[in-house]
């Protein structure tokens, strides 16, 4: 196996011990003697939490700490809007958590990918000679937990630089990892803002669902990818597995779909994923993907 190989297995493990350690006590301090590096660090008090959930920040709240987090450490962590949510691209004009809807719905929000790496080459944020790690969480709004853990690995990687962590420095030192911890903005506003809904999905209305409380398509169902399959995903638009009207039909996915594009190369791709997906990659594999959920309590796995 490749170094490179061995360095995304090692962040993917990292991944899931902090996955199974749960997250940390929201009043764990985080500090570093190292004089070289920054020794400034982001803690969850600083931002903004979920009513009555005081250890998840909020959307509003992981917004800010990933916009401090490229402000602090321009040589680590960089922030990126890659596209919009639904109410974003209807309400075009509208400022992020400022303004809302007649209706009390989502204001809309950008979507943003991180880029943590080592590096103090801006133009070098991106090599083709790292490997790629891309974490994806927030898909479904109710579920508040995978936002926090992303945002917590994030941390807990910046701490490992920081303090010559010599594992946690190997990898960002060759590897890139990516995250896009709000895939489902809106989803997440209304899960916050109505706690009852248990709101899942998007708030792309369009399919024809005129329950208030059951609309949306579920974009972990909308990828193009066995798109449709009768297993596990709905032609009912009430459903919260609706799949949507075609493959890749929300401006959520979509953002998703062209960032992973933009991250793994393209000799990593499939001409046919579906029919080549029992086809081994090989060492030389240059990246990874992981999408997080709070239940089932199953990993998956090609």
């Known amino acids: 196996m490749s170094c490179r190989c061995s360095r995304l297995w090692l962040a993917l493990v990292l991944t899931i011990i902090v996955c199974c350690q749960g997250l940390f006590h929201e009043s764990d301090k985080r500090t570093t003697n190292d004089a070289q590096r920054q020794t400034q660090t982001v803690t969850t008090a600083s931002y903004d939490t979920i009513n009555g959930r005081s250890c998840y920040r909020s959307i509003k709240g992981i917004n800010q700490f990933m916009m401090d987090l490229a402000t602090t450490y321009p040589d680590l962590v960089t922030m990126e809007t ?12 509208t400022t992020d958590n400022t303004t809302t809807t007649a209706n009390n719905l989502s204001p809309g929000y950008d979507i943003y990918a991180l880029n943590i790496t080592a590096t103090n080459n801006k133009a070098a944020r991106q090599s083709l000679e790292k490997g790629k790690l891309l974490i994806t969480s927030g898909i479904h709004g109710r579920e508040y937990t995978p936002t926090e853990l992303v945002a917590r690995f994030i941390e807990l990687l910046i701490e490992g630089y920081n303090n010559h962590d010599a594992q946690i420095t190997s990898i960002l030192q ?3 990892i990516h995250t896009i911890i ?3 903005p809106d989803g ?3 899960a916050e803002n109505f706690p009852d809904t248990y709101w899942r999905k998007n708030l792309n209305p369009t399919g024809g669902c005129n329950i208030d409380e059951f609309y949306g398509v579920d974009i972990n169902r909308n990828f193009d990818f066995l798109w449709g399959d009768e297993f596990g995903a709905s032609t009912d638009p009430c459903s919260d597995e609706y799949h949507g009207s075609e493959p890749n039909s929300e401006v959520e996915t979509q953002a998703v779909v062209e960032y992973a594009k933009k991250v793994f190369p393209e000799s990593q791709r499939r001409s046919d994923p579906e029919k080549q997906m029992n086809e081994a990659l090989g060492d030389d594999i240059m990246g990874m993907y992981i999408d997080i959920h709070s239940t089932g309590e199953y990993i998956y796995y090609p």
């Open 188 to 190: 997440r506003h209304m």
């Open 182 to 184: 709000h895939v489902n």
């Open 174 to 176: 060759h590897t890139e």
């Open 82 to 93: 890659i596209g919009e949510s639904y109410m974003r691209k209807k309400n075009k004009g």
